[in-house]
C-alpha cells in the first residue's frame, strides 16, 4: 500500500504576544490518504491557517511529528523541507498571490520550470490547465487584468501545475462571491479528483466542506 500523503502525529504550536502565550494547536493527529480530499472546518481564529502553514512546511516552531508521503519532516533542514514541499506540495491562498508582471499562462509555466520541466511541456500542461478552467481565452493577460474568479482559476491552475500529492488551499474561495466560489470550488474539486491529488481545503463554508470526502473540525487546538 502506498504512504498516506500526510501524517500528523501530535502537532502543537503557540504562540507568545506581549508575554502572553497561546496554545494554537494542542496536538492534531491527521492521517491523509491518496487522492482523499478533506475539509478543514472551524471558526476564524481556531487555527486553520496555522496547521496548513505546519503541514506546507513554511515555518518552523512546530512541536509533533509531520510526515509528507512517508518522509518525517522534522527530520529535514531547511533545504530538505524546501525540497519536499517543491516536490509533493501544491499551494493555493485566498488572496491569489499570482506574480503580477507575467501572463497567466506564466505564473501556471513558472513553478513547472523550477522543477526542471522543459519550457515546451510546461506550456503545455499550463494550456491545458487553464483551458480546463476556462481560461483558454485568458493566456496573456496578466492578473490585473482578471476577475477575483479567473484570478483564483489561475491560482489552482498553478497549485496543481506540477502534479503534487497534496494541495493545500487555505479558503481558496473565501474572497469570492457565492455563485462564483461554487464554480471554481467544483472545477477545482474535479481536476484534483482527476490528476488523483490529495488536498487539505480549510473553509468555514459548512456547503463546501459537504462536498469533498471528509471533514475534520478544529476545536480548542485539536481535531474532532
Ligand atoms: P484561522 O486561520 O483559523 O482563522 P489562524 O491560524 O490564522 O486561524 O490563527 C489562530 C490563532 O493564532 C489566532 O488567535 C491568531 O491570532 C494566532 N496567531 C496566528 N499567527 C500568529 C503569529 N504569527 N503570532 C502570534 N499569534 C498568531
Ligand atoms: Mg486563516
Redesign the pocket.
Known amino acids: 500500500m502506498s504512504n498516506p500523503v500526510v501524517r500528523l502525529a501530535g502537532l502543537t ?1 503557540s ?3 506581549g508575554g502572553v502565550r ?1 496554545d ?1 494547536l494542542r496536538g492534531v493527529d491527521l492521517t491523509i490518504h491518496p487522492g482523499e480530499i478533506v475539509a478543514l472546518l ?12 505546519a503541514v506546507g512546511l513554511l515555518e518552523g516552531g512546530f512541536g509533533g511529528g509531520i510526515a509528507i508521503d512517508g518522509i518525517d519532516a522534522s527530520e529535514l533542514a531547511s533545504d530538505g523541507r524546501t525540497e519536499l514541499r517543491r516536490s509533493k506540495l501544491g499551494f493555493i491562498y485566498q488572496f491569489h498571490h499570482l506574480l503580477p508582471d507575467f501572463s497567466a499562462q506564466e505564473n501556471v509555466v513558472l513553478p513547472q520550470l523550477v522543477a526542471d520541466i522543459a519550457r515546451r511541456e510546461a506550456d503545455d500542461r499550463a494550456v491545458s490547465l487553464l483551458t480546463a478552467l476556462g481560461l483558454d481565452h485568458r493566456l496573456t493577460h496578466r492578473p490585473s487584468q482578471l476577475s477575483g474568479g479567473e484570478q483564483q482559476r489561475v491560482a489552482v491552475a498553478r497549485a496543481l501545475a506540477n502534479r503534487p500529492r497534496l494541495v493545500l488551499a ?2 481558496p474561495t473565501g474572497n469570492l462571491d457565492e455563485v462564483t466560489a461554487d464554480k471554481v470550488f467544483d472545477e477545482f474539486v474535479s481536476l484534483v479528483r482527476g490528476q488523483g491529488s490529495a488536498a487539505l481545503v ?1 473553509t ?1 463554508n459548512e456547503r463546501l466542506a459537504a462536498r469533498m470526502d471528509r471533514v475534520v473540525r ?1 476545536h480548542e487546538g485539536r481535531l474532532i
Open positions: 504550536r504562540f507568545e504576544q497561546i494554537v472551524g471558526p476564524s481564529g481556531s487555527g486553520k491557517s496555522t496547521m496548513l502553514q487555505d479558503e480549510a468555514h478544529l
